[in-house]
């Protein structure tokens, strides 16, 4: 079973600046079938980016993704106030989905 | 609209069984794979399972394996989790998603005597 590990736990940034977050997985992820969501409280996740770095329908420019392999990377290139929420990262493709522990990006 | 509709939660007894529904409306659903995942109380998110738009191919984590059995009714467009030997651990909230574009809002369940 692939684990997928983000970091940092916790992200504290201003409004305005770049958010780099980061998703490793123990395995290489085939296909780069890796996915980001978005959750903020009280709702339902939200698809961000699949394939590594498709953004889904809908998702704002300053969202975008990158890696392969083993190691992935969720940017928002400039954090507008309703960016505040959990990420988590998304091995998907197979009989065994897996998520991240979540990264919480805070507002400082 | 495109919408997932979960229905079904509540309050068991450790050792019971409840039978969680998702309708879907606005797409055409016998075409879409849908999932279970869930959350539990200030937890992160936890893939349970997934079912094919036909229903042939079905996967389930390992922690549910043999007591959630997922199904589905296309000419109802909904989807089902029934869910057996229910313990403390499985309180959660319980979102139904196809392919995980469209998430429904999500029905709690919580297991306590």
């Known amino acids: 079973e692939i684990v997928l590990t983000q970091s940092p736990g916790t992200l504290s940034l201003f409004p305005g600046e770049r958010a780099t977050l980061s998703c490793r997985a123990s395995?290489?992820?085939?296909?780069?079938?890796l996915a980001w969501y978005q959750q903020k409280p009280g709702q339902a996740p939200r698809l961000l980016i699949y394939g590594a770095s498709s953004r889904a329908a809908g998702i704002p420019e300053r969202f975008s993704g990158s890696g392969s392999g083993t190691d992935f990377t969720l940017t928002i290139s400039r954090l507008e106030p309703e960016d505040f929420a959990v990420y988590y990262c998304?091995?998907?493709?197979?009989?065994?989905?897996?998520f991240g522990q979540g990264t919480r990006l805070d507002i400082k | 609209e495109e919408q997932l509709v979960e229905s079904g939660g509540g309050l068991v007894q450790p050792g019971g069984s409840l039978r969680l529904s998702c309708a879907a409306s606005?797409?055409?659903?016998?075409?879409?794979?849908m999932n279970w995942v869930r959350q539990a109380p200030g937890k992160g998110l936890e893939w349970l399972s997934y079912?094919?738009?036909?229903?042939?191919?079905?996967h389930y984590a390992d922690s549910v394996k043999g007591r959630f059995t997922i199904s589905r009714d296309n000419t109802k467009n909904s989807l089902y989790l029934q869910m057996n030997s229910l313990r403390a651990e499985d309180t959660a909230i319980y979102y139904c998603?196809?392919?995980?574009?469209?998430w429904g809002q999500g029905t709690m369940v919580t297991i306590s005597s």
């Open positions: 998603a196809r392919r995980f574009d469209l």
């Open positions: 079912i094919s738009s036909g229903g042939a191919a079905i």
């Open positions: 395995q290489t992820v085939s296909n780069n079938y």
């Open positions: 998304q091995r998907y493709g197979t009989s065994l989905i897996t």
């Open positions: 606005g797409f055409t659903f016998s075409n879409y794979e």
